[in-house]
């Protein structure tokens, strides 16, 4: 009988103890963004292709045994020794992807950084200074957003002397940071109304606390996003330019400049065409992938990761 009612004595303890016990503490949200990421399958593929493609252009060309400049003998076919082939003038093709995928995706990586920079300046100061500043910030947008990007990049590229691959990459960031400046704009809009700005003016803190300590943080999921795909647009936007003999220019090079210079062989030695052509398309699909899957990590309504 003492035994029976020390087990119920137990067994009660022990469920009036379970609804006292501590709550899990809810995962930060930081976690949450990369739980829901790595969920997307199309997003992790396109990482890890996107991180094979990066390492295979830094590393392969210290052990690859021809030289982007080194010549051998023109229109080569493919083999194991040129998988690529040669270019007219004898050098080797996988080489001249290597360099030019350098450079590509350096021109890139530096427009997206240059235009996110001055798109979340210029968007957060008109979405919470308003006013004035709001409507010429607003009008230099639309302003910029009518004029055709190539077209007004390769006149400036032209009339800058340049073809230098920082040249061209400060043309295309002057170009490209409308798309940001909008997003932005309406996010600090809509966050300077919230109680915590509110607090934060009348605890007497400045515009540029306000902006960079209250605003842009809560903002880092749209700019993740935009600036993850400005690369993708700066890559094709890169080769465009070069493509039309306005964009790289020797001795600096680039995917749009190999592809130019080996486009009048696409009839007779497609391969020549189709290896540079096919890692620019890579690059800009990848990188759209992933830009997705941040979008979508970064959306609180996202409840069911796409594959």
Known sequence: MNSLLTGAQTASEGTSATPNAPAPEPSSQGKLVLRKFLRHKAAMISSAVLLLLVLVTVLMPIFWPYDYEQTVGGFL??????????????????????????YSLLIALTVSILSTTLGVLIGASAGYLRGFTDSA???????????????????LVKVAGGGSWYVVALVLAAFGWMPIARIVRAEA?????????????????????????????????????????????????????????????????SLGRVILENYAQLQGRPWLFFGPFVVLVLISLTINFIGDGLRDAFDPRQRRMKA
């Not at 076919?77 to 350098?102: A, N, W």
């Not at 910030?137 to 006149?155: E, M, N």
């Open 77 to 102: 076919p493919p083999s194991g020794e040129h998988p690529l082939g040669t270019t007219q003038v004898g050098k080797d093709m996988v080489s001249q992807v290597l360099r030019g995928t350098q």
């Open 137 to 155: 910030a607003s009008r230099l947008t639309d302003l910029f957003l009518i004029v055709p990007q190539v077209a007004a990049a390769a006149i």
């Open 189 to 253: 809009m809509s966050l300077s109304q919230r109680e915590f700005v509110e607090a934060s003016r009348a605890a007497g803190a400045g515009t540029g606390r306000i902006i960079f300590k209250h605003l842009v943080p809560n903002m880092v999921g749209s700019i993740t996003v935009n600036a993850t795909l400005a690369v993708a647009q700066a890559v094709l936007a890169e080769a465009a330019l070069s493509f039309i003999g306005l964009g790289v220019q020797l001795p600096d090079t």
